[in-house]
């Protein structure tokens, strides 16, 4: 499953390498003057699991249905707010039905950054729900971070 995981990442990166917003799906509100993405090692540190989050703030029907692969760009500002920056959606639920912008903008929180930085988080939704932390580095592309 694993390798399966990241195959469908590499996938869904290759495509958006260039941009602020990796991904197709964009939010508007982030101040997106400078930053900088994860690169080689997590530097960003969530004060609250993001699984519980949303687990926590989806629809019961969502958490019992939802299935298929969520990546997330996530600002992280120098306060530890986050505001979503965009989102690749290969669920079977919309993105609009999951009010994504509203529960990560307003419950993720994150220890204090020594600078504006953007995380990314891929959730593979299956029988078992896994959270994998992304970063992007010139030697390596698209890589899990430990």
């Not at 204090?112 to 959730?123: F, G, L």
């Amino acid at each position: 499953m694993k390798k399966i995981f990241f195959i469908l990442l590499s996938i869904l990166f290759s495509q958006q390498i260039f941009s602020q917003n990796l991904f197709d799906e964009v939010f508007e509100g982030c101040n997106t003057d400078k930053f900088t993405v994860e690169s080689d090692s997590i530097s960003l540190q969530p004060k609250n699991a993001i699984l519980g989050i949303l687990r926590n703030s989806f629809d019961k029907e969502t958490v019992k249905i939802i299935d298929g692969l969520l990546v997330l760009q996530i600002l992280v500002d120098l306060e530890g707010n986050s505001c979503l920056l965009s989102v690749q959606n290969e669920t079977n639920k919309k993105t609009e039905q999951l009010n994504l912008k509203n529960i990560i903008d307003n419950n993720l929180k994150w220890e204090i950054p020594k600078e504006k930085k953007s995380a990314i988080i891929a959730i593979q939704f299956s029988e078992i729900v896994e959270a994998k932390r992304v970063g992007l580095s010139s030697e390596k592309g698209f890589h899990e971070l430990e």
